[in-house]
């Protein structure tokens, strides 16, 4: 029992910088690389280790020695998840400090990734910069929503976009938009003649081209699309649409990943059974929402509105009615 008190003790030297050095080395896996991301020399971080290795009775850190990069020993992992926490706390805790100072005047920092940068981003910036000029916007842009998500925990940006549901974490959201899925095709295909996407069923043996981080959509054709042929995967949304366009294949995308002027491809609706992909605007839920912030979401809720009643009026090929696209599509033919 005596034992167990000193050890407890003992972690009460435990400061927030030591904390900050291990999260650091993990993540850059070098002193050096650890030292210049926190302003400090390579031997105080060194040391700091060092003093955390004292104080927790563990080694901590594997020092290959030489240009080799150094790890975590399995303390060592065991701690940064306790570490990790607490610097995130941190960050966030200086992230609501400059929010409450600097007010209506500050920088809104949002998280976003390519369909929603492309397709929302534009009208909603305009719409707030009108009725916010003095707020900087800065945006970060990432393929993948957990990295942004990531971001968001450790108060390195004040907003993301994701899609739900939302993975556990200190998160709160607003739903955005709820985006449906189209079959893509090429313009000159045979599927586009007919108006309409054919049943799943009909897929099986179709050359597709798929996404290289994102499985949502393939997990949801191969349980009901025997032979399923991914031939190329991108997370580039216009190298997916030019290899469509080009008659490589066909993809299944979110309506809001689609360029309506680009006429090489036509978006086909699919029936109801496909879910759709649901937008919301995240937050952390610990930390201060400012007004900025606040008048960010509502405006983006009031464009995600205007999308779905677009959607909901649109022609059998998916474009809004007496849209530029479609328009041009049909001189076209």
Known sequence: MLASMIQRDRFLGVELRHFAALEAVARTRSFGAAARDLGYT???VSQQIAQLERIVGQRLVDRPGGPRPVSLTEAGELLLGHADAIVAHLGAARADMAALAEGSAGTLRIGTYQSVGARLLPRLLRRFRTAW???EVRFTEATDAADLLRLLEHGRIDLSFADLPLPEGPFESEEILRDPYVLLVSARSEFAERGEAPPLRELAGVPMIGWRTSVEPERFLRG???RLEVIYRTDDNG???ALVGEGLGVALVPRL?????NTSVVPLPLDTSVPPRTIALVWHRDRYRSPAAE???ELALELGADYEQRWDVATPTGQPSGSAASTS???DR
């Open 239 to 241: 190298t997916l649409a």
């Open 133 to 135: 000029p003095r707020l």
């Open 224 to 226: 009901r699309s025997p």
């Open 42 to 44: 390579q031997s105080a």
């Open 295 to 297: 008048a960010f979401v």
């Open 329 to 331: 599509r049909r001189s």
């Open 257 to 261: 990943v689609v360029n309506p002027l």
